[in-house]
């Protein structure tokens, strides 16, 4: 309900729950109380999301009063029948809590939080705080999922990461897909994801929400908002290594999530202490990129319009890529042809080369890692950074902090795609260094020093892969979260809105 009207959307109510205290037109907790009737003998408050600034969501309450405490019962069961058709609200959840996200809030977080909002809503929730890193991933193998309608993550991005690997991998496993082949049709989980943010950076959140609450996130489930998101599949040779969905970074990126995550006592301010870093380190890593464009999107990365709820790019893209029903005696691909309309390639020195499969928004960045990328639509966003001095990389960093274009370097390259490869250059020791180094002990340990960093690893949503030769490909609108993608606000522009959950 906004401030300045009296209508409450009824797929915006969180619940109806009866009243057994009497009270004064406006009572102590500042809601107002509504007659219905002149003379009231029962009451029943209506629970709903109320909107804030910045797009953060708060439960407000408005009481209405009966005369005849019949009439208030059928009011009360009116209203929660016609909850009960909302049918995409969810009953039962199975909700994972990392108890070392973050600063380590998570448990606090849930029980405070959350578990009173879910209780409100009826929700049964099941609750496991974790015990190790890899926990969740591993129960999600195993344990039974067929009555739950969703599954909510308390935690950041590396908890996320796991539910979604473990979701992924379970379902592929149960539908006779093999993971570990690249060109596979992927089938879809059917259970949406909720996530409760609890951790450091908060990606997936701030951009599937807007926002890094812990309530707005439970409130968006509570009602059953259904956003479906793209997911990025990680193989090395023939092997599947990760799924991923916002962000993926070699060079200076991954180098930052090695160095922090040797720091992971250092809380969140261990990714600004790695970043100064390996920024003053500035190291350069020799490659080839190759790309399949998403060619006939007819949007692009440096578009000035966002992907916000209802995002009619991603609908479109949706509707192209209607899942096809699996079939395991389909033959692999052909050999993917370079040139026009193709695969593209660029070799080079690159600083960083990163993949936004969204907009990968959070608070360093609040627009985002790319700005324009959409959360549904098949792409990922590719940026190149080339080799460039110091002072030149430092411009376009500091351009994260405001809504300047930070792709307008002739450093950088973008380009919106479907799938990449990357490929080292790989720079062996010849047999004269080796002669060299058994001959000079300081020469030798500096060139094994030199040697072993010649690769940087990838930092997949704030996890690392250690191979460097990787094969991406993105599956369009693979998962579904309990969000609803960007709200406008009232100063931006107006697009439509609707839930196009299938
Ligand atoms: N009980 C646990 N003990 C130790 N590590 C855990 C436990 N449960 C989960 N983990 C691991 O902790 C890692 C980090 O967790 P999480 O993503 O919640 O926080 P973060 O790294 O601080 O936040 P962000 O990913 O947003 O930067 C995850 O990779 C997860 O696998
Ligand atoms: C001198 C001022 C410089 C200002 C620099 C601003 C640049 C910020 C870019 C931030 C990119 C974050 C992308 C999101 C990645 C998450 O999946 C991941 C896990 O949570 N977080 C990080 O890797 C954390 C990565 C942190 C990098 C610094
Ligand atoms: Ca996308």
Partial sequence: MSSDSNVLDLSEVIAVTPVE?????????????????PISCSR????????????????GRVTFKCQDPTVCREWIDRLQERLNQEYLRPRRLLV???????????????????????????????VIVTERAGHAQDLLQELELNKLDGIVCVGGDGMFSEILNGLIVRTQQEAGVDK??????????????????AGSTDAVSYATVGVNDPVTSALHIIIGDCQPLDVSSVHYRSQLLRY???????????????????????GPTRYDYSGFKKFCRRKIYEGEVAFLPCA???????????????????????EKNKPTPFNPSEEPRAVETFGPGGWQRVRGRFIAINAATNSCACKKTPKGVSPAAHLADGCTDLILIHATPRYRFLGHLLKHLTDSDRFNHSFIEVYRVREFKF???????????????????????????RNTRRNSVWNCDGEIIDQPAVDVKVHCQLIKLFARGIEETKQSSCWPVGCFCA
């Fill in 21 to 37: 205290k009497h009270g004064g037109q406006r009572n102590k907790d500042g809601f107002s109380d509504i007659e219905l009737t």
């Fill in 180 to 197: 570990d082949w690249l060109a596979a049709e992927l089938v879809r989980p059917h259970l949406r994801i909720g996530i409760i943010p």
């Fill in 44 to 59: 029943f408050a209506v629970h709903y999301v109320e909107k804030k600034r910045g797009r953060v969501w708060r439960p």
């Fill in 296 to 318: 006939d999107q007819g949007s692009s990365p440096y578009d000035q319009i966002r992907c916000t709820e209802g995002c009619l790019v991603c609908k479109q893209a949706g």
């Fill in 423 to 449: 490929r080292p250059v790989i720079i062996e020791e010849t047999e004269d260094e080796q002669v060299e180094d058994e001959e000079a002990g300081v020469l030798s340990r500096r060139n094994r020093r």
């Fill in 244 to 266: 991923n969905v916002s962000f993926l970074g070699y060079g200076f990126y991954g180098d930052v999530v090695r160095d922090s995550d040797l720091r992971r006592w250092m």
């Fill in 96 to 126: 994972f809590v990392n108890p070392f996200g973050g600063k380590k809030r998570g448990v606090q977080i849930y029980q405070q939080k959350v578990a009173p909002l879910f209780d409100l809503a009826r929700i049964k929730a099941d």
